[in-house]
């Protein structure tokens, strides 16, 4: 079955400091994995996905398929990235499903 | 374009009865999702439709249902209604117009949210 694991709920940084959210995914095919992101007050919305290899407001993520995870960096955290965020994993065939994760709150402190 | 679209924004019912939330995706999108959010279990997958169709379906009881019109626009319907079906439930369309046959890299399929609609069962 196909599972995405955020494994922390909350994640508090002072500001500047590096950020790590953690993502582990299990699935049998090659997966479609993406970061969506929640500020307070918005819509859930698309952050970046795999396969864009993009990076959005200094947020990069890379996918290991050897260790079946997509962790989200970003080097220095500023107090705007204090938002909820989601890894979510698209499965193909059959229609579309998307799975999310728990989410993990990353607060980022002055 | 306009975003998608949810109504009711909030409301309240008692157990046993039911409820029908509304979805407008944006023009062009084929294909709605339903999710059930909530703070303990975060984004629970309900089912998607594409086309009038449901492709998918998560596990949820049958109380649980959804319907797709011809203009993509999507309702669901929660019937007997629980304590626990208390939850933000969010709507998300997607451009994505192919099956399982979609190229990927072509298109990823990114969902578009709707800003929910909050149901609170007493």
């Known amino acids: 079955a196909q599972r995405v694991t955020q494994p922390e709920k909350l994640l508090s940084v002072f500001k500047g400091a590096p950020v790590e959210l953690k993502c582990n995914y299990s699935?049998?095919?090659?997966?479609?994995l993406f970061w969506y992101v929640q500020y307070s007050r918005q819509r859930l919305q698309l952050l970046l996905r795999?396969?864009s290899r993009e990076s959005i407001k200094g947020f990069t993520a890379d996918l290991n398929k050897g260790e079946t995870s997509f962790h989200l960096k970003k080097p220095f955290a500023q107090e705007e990235d204090s938002a909820m965020y989601y890894c979510a994993l698209k499965r193909f065939g059959g229609g579309f499903k998307t799975i999310f994760g728990a989410g993990t709150r990353l607060f980022v402190k002055a | 374009k306009a975003g998608v679209t949810q109504t009711p924004r909030y409301l309240i019912k008692t157990r046993g009865q039911q409820v029908t939330l509304s979805c407008s995706p944006i023009s062009g999108h084929r294909s709605v999702s339903w999710y059930q959010q909530t703070p303990g279990q975060g984004l629970q997958f309900l089912f998607e439709y594409f086309s009038e169709t449901q492709r998918n379906k998560g596990n949820f009881p049958g109380r649980f249902s959804g319907r797709q019109f011809s203009n993509s626009r999507s309702e669901m319907n929660v019937s007997t209604l629980e304590l626990g079906d208390s939850a933000l439930y969010l709507c998300?369309?997607?451009?994505?117009?192919?099956?399982?046959?979609?190229?990927?890299?072509?298109?990823?399929?990114?969902?578009?949210f709707g800003e929910g609609s909050r149901l609170t069962v007493l």
């Open positions: 699935y049998s095919g090659s997966p479609e």
């Open positions: 795999h396969i």
């Open positions: 998300a369309s997607s451009s994505v117009d192919a099956g399982p046959q979609v190229t990927r890299g072509s298109n990823t399929g990114e969902l578009f």
